[in-house]
């Protein structure tokens, strides 16, 4: 019997890759705070989409980028972790930076949406990781609680919102103990 009773996965670089040119979603953001005439912030992808709201231009921002992760999703490709989810015999969610749509699309392409109990997307909440409440209401989806869940991601974000979370975390090349 597992240690827990949720599992909560990243999506992308966990469970699916993604096929989205990362660059090329920055360059299109950039033009939107061109196009609107706003000294962009930072060049930083994230930086941008977070100094959006306070330039106004948050909803076009956000649209270029889940424009995107959508097309990426339905090209995505299954990882390793992707079977582990489905074999599980305990409550998974899939919390994510990308938008809830594209998380959707890509759990469909995979056919893993039906072992999925909760899907928390960057639009979901107000919140974004690494604050903790993306994972608090993925946790809270699977009427679990934070100490008795597992998020496994792959970056030092994910690692973040686990730990602001008072959540276990397993970077994704970890496997999980078994009790």
Not at 68 to 92: F, I, K, M, N, Y
Not at 106 to 130: F, W
Request: hydrophobic share 45%.
């Amino acid at each position: 019997m597992s240690e827990y009773d949720a599992v909560v996965y990243d999506l992308d670089g966990t469970v699916v890759d993604l096929a989205v040119d990362w660059d090329a979603v920055r360059t299109d953001v950039l033009d939107v705070y061109d196009t609107e005439g706003v000294e962009p912030p930072a060049t930083d992808l994230w930086t941008l989409l977070e100094r959006a709201d306070g330039a106004g231009i948050a909803a076009a921002v956000e649209t270029a980028i889940a424009d995107h992760e959508r097309e990426g999703a339905r090209r995505s490709t299954r990882l390793a972790r992707a079977d582990e989810l489905l074999e599980r015999d305990v409550a998974v969610a899939v919390c994510s930076l990308n938008c809830e749509a594209a998380c959707r699309l890509a759990l469909a392409a995979h056919d893993l949406e039906a072992a999925v109990g909760a899907v928390v997307g960057r639009d979901t909440v107000p919140a974004r990781k690494p604050d903790p409440e993306p994972l608090l209401e993925s946790i809270r989806l699977l009427s679990s609680t934070p100490e008795a869940a597992l998020f496994v991601g792959d970056s030092e974000r994910d690692e973040q919102a686990a730990r602001r979370a008072g959540v276990d975390f397993e970077y994704v090349d970890e496997r999980v103990p078994d009790r």
